[in-house]
């Protein structure tokens, strides 16, 4: 088969489909629509930024006429006056340059847009336009017909304008400005201690040092004079007490030094220790931004959907809105938003976002349909039973487990760290200083200042941000996004792993049917035919993928179990089952689930249905059992036990129908035995479990868009390498505790000087930036060595 | 009165400019995206006039290409 790429959005091109165009080959008439409306409008170079850059437009008919709604759109706007609007829309597919070019040249593809500005990061789009010329519905309906659709959820509704929180580069750059200054101001008498001219302005360079370090002193390091005085009033001793007592120190002693003609005081050093430690909370605040952790059921849920009103006419209302007892209209792959009764006929229901399962549940009129379903194929009707906040869906977030934050239920590695750290330091200045006290008072509170200036664990501070934040950001280049540092910490510490089965340990795709042999059409409308009668899963499955055919009259229809079926359809007999009941002698070896057929009593061919399970399971699991405590938790029945006690290594313990907040009580067992659990799920039923869990990552198939709230998210591709993922977390964790000593043996070589009384300025101001850069260097090298293994 | 409290004074200064600027810059989010814009000012000029059916010349193409990979990597 030719397997030539389509112009637009790069998928192979089925050779009987292709369609040419402009001596240009596609896959769909969508996507050849896309390149017709952009070489129209001299948008063409959109392909040259990148190969095959688009996507296939979705059919999108009636989906955002809520859109015509004003009070929803004003909910979405970010700006609004007569004749200007504004509106941010996230886009998922925003994926290269020529995305970002399309999306700024929309005023060419549509009347009234004045600007658009693509942010790249948040895979955002901001579109100032003319609500006079056009309307925010015509915008989105515009890009979704080049393929650029955008995702408005009910979480749009509330977001509001969030603020940006830009104080810690604000003081990053105070710091700077202060630090860069004083470094330049006090290096005249570094070196020229005694000489005529250093004399005559040392007072006037003294003060302005002073004056400038000010700002660094009150305004920068402000965070942590707060985070010291919270730790102090929760009786803990944490890392800030040491760094915010040293500052402080740092900044009175110096003040007396200059005030008294002592010295040119400590300031260069105290501005760059700040400097420094904001540098390190900054590298570790690395961020994905196009990413969301904090997902709820919001961000699933549609904004309107359409109501029917008593008269039978339609319109678009607010999902929280919705009250009991009234009609709704869900379309072709619109989500049910609240619990309710089915009106029409019947319904084919994707409920993969609850549960996982890919395979659509049949309703009928009358049955009860859930929140969280997906509507596949035609339109239906629905009578509601419960508004949003008191479907069931909904109901499992007001679980406590979702009001906690991750930070609050850990205690750091540094925090471990200075809870020895701090009090020997302690000890160490008022043991030192009563020894100086009977030699020489002066000297006795210079020593002591010194202790605290010198053993201000900068270094120590600087290890875990740096360490952290670089294996974040290798983890993240690997496709395992996590939430912040903390988790790495957690994930280090895991002993238990508990995976959930659908989904995550299988494919949410459906299983491929490949099929060998030749069949004729006519074979095909008999096969089609033969096994329409049949219940059997594999029998259901092999229906679904066979295309359409007229219906055939079936005169004899036989079902063995564990067999096969065997039925006579236009005259002629077909058996489709297990090898030995068609009567092939070629018997199953691989592990593989095959159907097999035959027609009259002649061998057609057989179907494989490739198994669902991702790639590398088995090894992953045989890789992790020997250093972790596996299981596994399904929604499903039994049905796969089997197969996957087969697969898995023996010690793994399988166990099936729970439900989600069984789910969850399950890893809340697990850690009353007190065990660390990692828990690897996906969809909405597994939220419980993870935000449980010590660490809950969710596995997805598209980062961008489907992930319930977790620490982590994990691009499906890479799910064989949890085992690396785990093992380099462990590795980060023996980094830092080789810089703590790294840093520590810095602090032994300032306290010597330190407490034997020469603590000069320009000693302070060496070893300072000195062990920062070691640390920072050693971390960086170390983290990237291990990432290679 | 030396002339170096004069230009002390004026290095001064002139950081403190350029901090305001900083902070300036900060505040009106133009740190917020570091990627889009170094994108965004390789495009320019590239518009196919008439059909759309003309394409840049070959080379210019590549280039642009180039450059983009570049940036991305």
Redesign the interface.
């Known amino acids: 088969m030719n397997t030539s790429q389509c112009f637009h959005c790069g998928n192979e091109v089925v050779k009987k489909e292709e369609i040419l165009f402009?001596d240009r080959s596609f896959c769909c008439n969508g996507c050849k629509t896309v390149y017709e409306i952009?070489?129209?409008?001299?948008?063409?170079?959109y392909y040259?930024?990148?190969a095959n850059p688009g996507a296939t437009p979705q059919d999108i008919k009636g989906k955002y006429d809520f859109l015509a709604n004003e009070n929803i759109v004003d909910k979405l706007l970010e700006f609004k006056e007569n004749s200007t609007h504004i509106v941010s829309l996230y886009i998922p597919h925003i994926h290269c340059?020529s995305c970002?070019?399309i999306l700024?040249?929309l005023q060419k593809l549509q009347a009234g847009i004045s600007t658009s500005?693509?942010?790249?990061?948040?895979k955002k789009v901001r579109i100032t336009y003319n609500p006079e010329k056009t309307s925010l519905q015509e915008i989105v309906e515009m890009l979704c017909s080049i393929g650029y659709e955008p995702y408005i959820s009910l979480e749009n509704y509330d977001e509001g304008k969030k603020k940006?929180d830009?104080s810690l580069?604000?003081k990053i750059?105070?710091a700077f400005?202060c630090f860069?200054?004083i470094m330049l101001?006090s290096f005249p008498e570094y070196f020229e201690v005694n000489e005529f001219w250093i004399d005559q302005?040392k007072d006037?360079f003294r003060w302005?040092i002073f004056l400038?370090s000010l700002p660094a002193f009150i305004y920068s390091a402000s965070g942590y004079y707060v985070a010291a005085w919270k730790s102090i009033k929760q009786g803990m001793l944490n890392i800030e007490i040491p760094i915010a007592l040293g500052i402080v120190v740092m900044f009175v002693r110096s003040t007396v030094d200059i005030v008294f003609n002592y010295g040119q005081g400590f300031f260069d050093s105290m501005c760059g220790l700040i400097f420094f430690m904001l540098l390190g909370k900054l590298f570790q605040q690395k961020t994905y931004d196009f990413l969301s952790f904090e997902r709820d059921y919001k961000s699933y849920f549609p904004i309107a959907i359409t109501k029917i009103l008593p008269g039978g006419k339609e319109v678009a209302v607010q999902v929280y809105d919705i009250e009991k007892g009234d009609r709704l209209l869900i379309r072709n792959q619109e989500l049910i938003p609240v619990d309710g009764i089915l009106i029409s006929d019947s319904a084919s229901i994707d409920y993969s976002f609850v549960t996982g399962e890919a395979v659509p549940i049949e309703k009928k009129s009358g049955d009860k349909i859930f929140a969280g379903g997906k509507q596949l194929g035609k339109v239906i009707e629905m009578e509601v039973m419960f508004s949003v906040s008191q479907s069931y869906l909904t109901q499992l977030w007001s679980n406590d487990v979702f009001q906690k934050k991750v930070e609050q239920k850990h205690k750091s590695i540094t925090d471990q760290i200075s809870h020895y750290f701090t009090p020997a330091l302690l000890l160490l200045a008022i043991i030192s200083f009563t020894y100086w006290v009977f030699i020489d008072v002066t000297t006795a509170f210079n020593v002591f200042t010194a202790i605290l200036i010198v053993a201000c664990p900068c270094a120590l501070a600087l290890t875990a941000p740096f360490t952290l934040g670089n294996v974040l950001r290798i983890m993240g280049n690997r496709k395992l996004y996590l939430k912040n540092a903390i988790v790495v910490e957690q994930l280090a510490k895991v002993d238990t792993i508990v995976f959930d089965k659908t989904g995550t340990i299988t494919t949410h795709k459906k299983s491929a049917i490949v099929q060998e042999g030749i069949f004729e059409e006519s074979d095909l409308v008999l096969l089609k035919n033969a096994l329409r009668g049949s219940n059997h899963p594999l029998s259901r499955r092999l229906y679904d993928y066979l295309p359409e055919f007229p219906v055939a009259a079936v005169t004899h229809f036989e079902e063995t179990t564990g067999k096969g079926i065997q039925a006579i359809v236009n005259g002629k007999t077909i058996k489709v089952g297990s090898a030995s009941f068609v009567g092939d002698a070629e018997e199953n070896q691989l592990k593989q689930t095959n159907v097999y057929v035959s027609i009259d009593g002649i061998y057609t061919g057989k179907f494989i249905f490739d198994n669902q399970y991702r790639d590398g399971l088995e090894e992953l699991f045989s890789q992790l059992s020997k250093k972790y405590e596996v299981k596994v938790l399904s929604g499903d029945n039994e049905g796969e036990k089997e197969v996957l006690e087969q697969l898995l290594p023996k010690n793994t313990e399988l166990v099936f129908n729970q439900k989600p907040e069984q789910k969850l009580a399950f890893i809340e067992n697990l850690q009353k035995q007190g065990k660390n659990v990692l828990m690897i799920g996906d969809g909405l039923n597994d939220a419980g479990a993870l935000a449980q869990s010590n660490v809950g990552i969710s596995i997805s198939e598209n980062v961008n868009v489907f992930s319930p709230a977790c620490d982590g998210i994990l691009d499906a591709s890479q799910f064989k390498r949890i085992d690396f993922f785990l093992r380099y977390s462990k590795n980060a964790m023996i980094t830092i505790y080789m810089s703590f000593c790294l840093s520590l043996l810095y602090n032994i070589v300032g306290l010597s000087f330190a407490v034997s009384g020469n603590l000069l300025p320009i000693v302070a101001a060496i070893i300072m930036p000195l062990s920062t850069i070691t640390i920072v260097s050693f971390v960086t090298i170390m983290s990237n060595y291990f990432a290679r293994k | 009165m030396?002339v170096?409290?004069l230009l002390?004074s004026i290095s001064?200064i002139v950081?403190?400019v350029?901090?305001y600027a900083?902070?300036r810059a900060?505040?009106t989010?133009q740190?917020?995206?570091?990627?889009?814009p170094s994108?965004?000012m390789?495009?320019d000029d590239?518009?196919?006039?008439?059909?759309?059916?003309k394409?840049?010349p070959t080379s210019k193409?590549e280039n642009?290409?180039t450059k983009?990979k570049t940036?991305?990597i």
Do not use: H, M
């Open positions: 402009d952009f070489s129209q409008n001299d948008l063409s170079c040259d930024f990148q340059s970002i070019w700024e040249n500005q693509v942010n790249f990061p948040e940006v830009r580069i604000y750059g105070v400005f860069g200054n101001l302005y006037f302005l400038l | 030396s170096i409290y002390i001064i950081a403190i350029f901090l900083f902070l900060v505040k989010g740190y917020d995206d570091d990627y889009t994108v965004r390789l495009f590239e518009l196919v006039k008439g059909s759309g059916k394409e840049l193409k642009i290409q983009i940036k991305i």
